[in-house]
């Protein structure tokens, strides 16, 4: 099945903008039909799935750029991509370790002031 951008936009709440941004650097290639719009397969979106995760968990699109570099290459880079991968899960836990020190710090607060009222 293939979706052209409009529907990409409304189902997947991303600009136009962005998915020609992505295709521009190299992020996505979606294929053309006979009068050059992109046609989106089932694949691509999978693909922008993956991408906008990797977004959330804030890794930097140079990151993500260049693990879209990987994965063209083929299977011989899972390995780096593993370390990609990785690397971006540790970061994240710092982040969820700084975070949760952050609301442990609030709810010692929260709770002091509420025993003065």
Same mark, same amino acid.
């Given at each position: 099945? +293939? *979706?052209?951008?409009? @529907?990409?936009?409304?189902?997947?709440?991303?600009?136009? %903008?962005?998915?020609? *941004? *992505?295709?521009?650097?190299?992020?996505?290639?979606? @294929?053309?039909?006979?009068? /050059?719009?992109?046609? +989106?397969? %089932?694949? /691509?979106?999978?693909?922008?799935?993956?991408?906008?995760?990797?977004? =959330?968990?804030?890794?930097?699109?140079? @990151?993500?750029? !260049? *693990? =879209? @570099?990987?994965?063209?290459?083929?299977?011989?880079?899972?390995? !780096?991509?593993? /370390?990609?991968?990785?690397?971006?899960?540790?970061?994240?836990?710092?982040?969820?370790?700084?975070? /949760? =020190?952050?609301?442990? +710090?609030?709810?010692?607060?929260?709770?002091? +002031? !509420?025993?003065?009222?």
């Amino acid at each position: 099945m +293939y *979706y052209r951008i409009g @529907e990409i936009e409304k189902n997947m709440n991303v600009s136009i %903008d962005t998915l020609r *941004y *992505y295709e521009k650097i190299g992020l996505i290639c979606p @294929e053309r039909d006979e009068h /050059d719009r992109r046609l +989106y397969s %089932d694949a /691509d979106v999978a693909w922008l799935e993956f991408i906008f995760r990797l977004k =959330a968990t804030h890794m930097p699109l140079k @990151e993500i750029k !260049k *693990y =879209a @570099e990987l994965r063209k290459q083929g299977d011989e880079t899972i390995a !780096k991509r593993i /370390d990609l991968l990785e690397e971006q899960r540790t970061r994240l836990t710092q982040e969820k370790k700084t975070i /949760d =020190a952050c609301l442990s +710090y609030l709810e010692t607060k929260i709770t002091h +002031y !509420k025993t003065m009222i």
